[in-house]
């Protein structure tokens, strides 16, 4: 619903009373850098239950519906925890003692790509956990933060806006919720890739934010596992690898666990039995990567697919002028990715990072706020969205042209620069680094490819094979994925068969014995 309160006024100190309206890592991320920087933040949570007290409680029993893949795959990136590291170190110092890993992911990769550490290769180290235990701890330090407080099960329905005619556009003052009205002089939309706030605007009497959306097109199948001896088994290869019409992500997680995922194109029928565990480990084997991984590990989960994520970009300011003041948006609400680069978080907290920072300078009108907070994001986190939605479209396209069995024609001359990239970082270590920096957010890549040494050393990959000659091809992985199929249809029918006989024998007893006449054996 929408309420109207008394028309704005100036504000009339920096310090800001803010509502968020999400309690994801971003949000809270938010939340916790906006209270350290003096704000007064209401975060609102509409599930009921705060973290369990252990790292294991967290992933086995915290029941999170309102946030997206919850218990699905998660990296954090190196961009992720250098940002942690300069702006909430002591998030850091509580992961670890969750459990979480410290990793390298360029030294994922065996030695004969690296040559072995060289200075500076510290950049490639992040600290990574499962989602619910990464989940927790950011969310009891939130509980822990002067200044903020975190409202579990409260489910919010509208905004407040103010009231009289005058204004050109709506100016949010708070949220209306199943507890009553909130007011706020900020509100921050953390509610994800679905977030219904861009409708409450519409009730207000506001333009839609300016919105561009791609159809999701890829298929994610991942299943969680437990090294048998408590190791990550690194060395093996990076975190993405791609094969002809399908990419391996290979993820470390937190206490020895980690999570493989196999990532194809809706389109690709032939690949839909991978939801069938026993197709899935079949497949997964013929990349020499996720063998690595499989034979390191026990299972902790069943194969958990994922399909239908849209690319979605939402801006509240459209040909220069704010469609709403009073509210901002972050995180996946204002712009979700597949998750196949695994960049949502990152990005996110580069966005809260930017909203405090425009807060920090304190604008005087509502108006100029939201400007100035659209230009930071137009600076400091688009060139992120737009490179991860270029990457999406054509490996995407690519993975089609693999399952047409045709190559990959495009006009971009960046994506043959891309993919030169890609291949060189299996054999050159410069390029290996300039891989491992674009892939972990730290350098654009344009920033990577204007390097004049990486320019230099790619010139041989260019135009050059596009697959590694040890991966499988398309045949390989159709063959296996069909033979386990038939395999695992067999066993099924069997252990069907089975127990209708057993059944089928159990109640013939029971009518013999019934008559007063002893069951054969």
């Given amino acids: 619903m929408t309420q109207l309160s008394a028309a704005p006024s100036a504000p009339t100190s920096p310090r800001r009373t803010i509502v968020v309206v999400g309690a994801g890592l971003v949000g809270l991320t938010t939340a916790i850098l906006l209270a350290r920087d003096g704000h007064r933040v209401t975060v609102l949570d509409g599930d009921p239950t705060g973290p369990p007290a252990t ?39 509580r992961l670890m003692t969750d459990g979480a890993s410290r990793v390298n992911l360029l030294h994922l990769q065996p030695e004969c790509v690296t040559h072995g550490w060289r200075p500076g290769d510290e950049a490639f180290d992040t600290v990574t956990a499962r989602r619910p235990v990464l989940e927790a701890s950011v969310s009891r330090l939130a509980s822990d933060q002067r200044g903020l407080t975190l409202r579990r099960g409260v489910r919010v329905t509208g905004l407040v806006a103010d009231a009289g005619t005058g204004w050109p556009i709506p100016h949010v003052r708070g949220v209306t919720t199943d507890e009553g009205t909130v007011e706020a002089d900020l509100v921050i939309d953390a509610g994800g890739r679905r977030t219904p706030v861009p409708a409450w605007v519409r009730r207000l009497g506001g333009p839609d934010p300016a919105l561009t959306r791609e159809p999701g097109g890829f298929v994610y199948y991942g299943r969680h596992y437990r090294a048998t001896d408590g190791h990550l088994p690194t060395g093996h290869g990076p975190a993405l690898s791609h094969h002809p019409s399908w990419s391996i992500l290979t993820l470390p997680g937190d206490g020895g666990t980690y999570c493989i995922v196999l990532v194809t194109s809706a389109k690709d029928r032939a690949l839909r039995a ?20 499989l034979q390191h590990g026990i299972p902790l989960t069943v194969v958990s697919p994922i399909a239908g994520l849209e690319d979605v970009s939402r801006d509240y300011v459209r040909d220069g002028r704010p469609v709403v003041t009073g509210l901002v948006a972050v995180g996946d609400a204002s712009a979700a990715t597949n998750p196949s680069l695994g960049r949502g978080a990152a990005i996110g907290v580069i966005q809260a990072v930017a909203l405090r920072d425009v807060l920090a300078a304190a604008p005087s009108a509502a108006s100029e706020l939201a400007l100035a907070y659209a230009e930071a994001v137009a600076t400091r ?27 990959y024609a495009t006009e971009d001359p960046t994506w043959a620069m891309t993919t030169a990239l890609l291949n060189g970082a299996s054999g050159d270590p410069v390029l290996a680094r300039a891989s491992a ?26 135009g050059g094979t596009r697959y590694p000659g040890d991966g499988p091809t398309r045949a390989d992985l159709l063959r296996e994925v069909a033979t386990a199929t038939v395999r695992d249809t067999f066993l099924h029918v069997r252990s069907e068969a089975r127990t209708r006989s057993r059944s089928d024998d159990d109640g013939t007893r029971s009518v013999v014995g019934s008559a007063g006449t002893r069951p054969s054996r």
């Fill in 381 to 407: 986190v688009t060139p992120w969205v737009d490179a991860t939605l270029r990457f999406d479209r054509h490996r995407l396209a690519e993975i089609d042209s693999d399952i047409l069995g045709v190559p």
């Fill in 55 to 93: 790292p294991e409680e967290a992933w086995v029993g915290w029941r999170r519906p309102g946030v997206n893949q919850f218990r699905q795959p998660h990296l954090m990136l190196p961009r992720w925890t250098a940002e942690m590291a300069r702006e909430l170190p002591d998030l850091l110092t």
């Fill in 274 to 293: 991978l939801r069938e565990e026993a197709v899935w480990e079949a497949a997964a084997r013929t990349s020499p990567v996720a063998a690595q991984w």
């Fill in 437 to 462: 920096r674009v892939a972990g957010l730290l350098v654009t890549p344009r920033e990577a490819l204007s390097d004049p040494e990486v320019g230099l050393r790619l010139g041989p990959w260019l």
